[in-house]
C-alpha cells in the first residue's frame, strides 16, 4: 500500500517537472517574445516612447492619410538655411528607419509608403508659419509623397505650429494645410535622426 507521503513526493515530483516543462516551453515563447519586442521596436514611432503620438487626418490626394509609424527630424539636410534654421520633418506611414534616411535620394528607394515632409521656417513655438511654395524663414514648405515614387505633392495653404522643440531631441506641432488635391490635420512628433538626409 502506498503512503500519503509517498503520494505527496510523488505529486511534488509531478509538479516540479511540470514546472520545468513550462519553463523549457516558455523560454523559446520568451524568445520569440524578445524578437517580437524588437520588431515592434523597429517599426514603431521613438514617439510612442514618449506617450506623444503623431495623429493626422485627412486626404492625400484621393487616399485617406494612413497612420504615422514613424516620425523623423533629419540632421543633415542639403542646405540648413533653406529653412531659416528650422526643423526639417518627415513622417512614415510604414516602418522606416533613421538609417534608412542615410543615403541621399531615399524615396524611390522606400517601400510604397505614404511620406509627408515638413520644412519648418522657424524654431519659435506657438508661432504659426503660413504654407508656402518654397521653403523659408518664417514659413513652411509641406508636400506628401509616396515611396517609390519621386513625385511630390505641395501644400497650397494653412500653417503649421510647433509646440516643443529641443535641439536634438525631438520637435513637437500641430499643422492643418490644404493640398491641389486633399488636406491633412493633427499633431506631430518627431525624433532627432542625426544622419538623416532629404528625400
Same mark, same amino acid.
Request: hydrophobic share 35%; aromatic share 10%.
Given at each position: 500500500m502506498i503512503s500519503r507521503?509517498?503520494?505527496?513526493?510523488?505529486?511534488?515530483?509531478?509538479? #516540479?517537472c511540470g514546472s520545468s516543462a513550462n519553463n523549457n516551453t +516558455? %523560454? !523559446?515563447?520568451?524568445? +520569440?517574445?524578445?524578437? #517580437?519586442?524588437? %520588431?515592434v521596436a523597429d517599426t514603431s514611432s521613438p514617439a510612442d516612447?514618449?506617450? /506623444?503620438?503623431?495623429?493626422?487626418?485627412?486626404?492625400?490626394? !484621393?487616399? !485617406?492619410?494612413? !497612420?504615422?509609424?514613424?516620425?523623423?527630424?533629419?540632421?543633415?539636410p542639403a542646405n540648413p538655411n533653406e529653412s531659416g534654421g528650422g526643423p526639417f520633418l518627415?513622417?512614415? +506611414?510604414?516602418?522606416?528607419k533613421c538609417t534608412d534616411l542615410s543615403p541621399s535620394g531615399w524615396l524611390p528607394k522606400l517601400p510604397p509608403v505614404q511620406v509627408l515632409e515638413m520644412i519648418v521656417g522657424t524654431k519659435t513655438?506657438?508661432?504659426a508659419v503660413p504654407a508656402s511654395a518654397k %521653403?523659408?524663414?518664417?514659413?513652411?514648405? /509641406?508636400?506628401?509623397?509616396t515611396g517609390g515614387s519621386s513625385v511630390e505633392s505641395r501644400a497650397t495653404s494653412? #500653417? /503649421?505650429?510647433?509646440? #516643443?522643440?529641443?535641439?536634438?531631441v525631438a520637435v513637437e506641432g500641430t499643422m492643418d494645410v490644404t493640398f491641389p488635391s486633399g488636406s491633412a490635420k493633427g499633431t506631430f512628433h518627431a525624433d532627432w535622426c542625426p544622419t538623416g538626409n532629404e528625400l
Open positions: 507521503a509517498s503520494i505527496a513526493l510523488c505529486l511534488s515530483l509531478t509538479m #516540479s +516558455s %523560454a !523559446p515563447d520568451a524568445g +520569440s517574445d524578445g524578437a #517580437s519586442s524588437d %520588431a516612447a514618449s506617450g /506623444v503620438t503623431t495623429n493626422l487626418t485627412g486626404m492625400y490626394g !484621393p487616399d !485617406p492619410i494612413k !497612420p504615422v509609424i514613424n516620425g523623423y527630424w533629419i540632421g543633415a518627415y513622417f512614415f +506611414s510604414g516602418p522606416v513655438t506657438g508661432s %521653403a523659408g524663414p518664417n514659413v513652411v514648405e /509641406v508636400n506628401y509623397a494653412g #500653417s /503649421v505650429t510647433l509646440t #516643443s522643440y529641443t535641439p536634438g
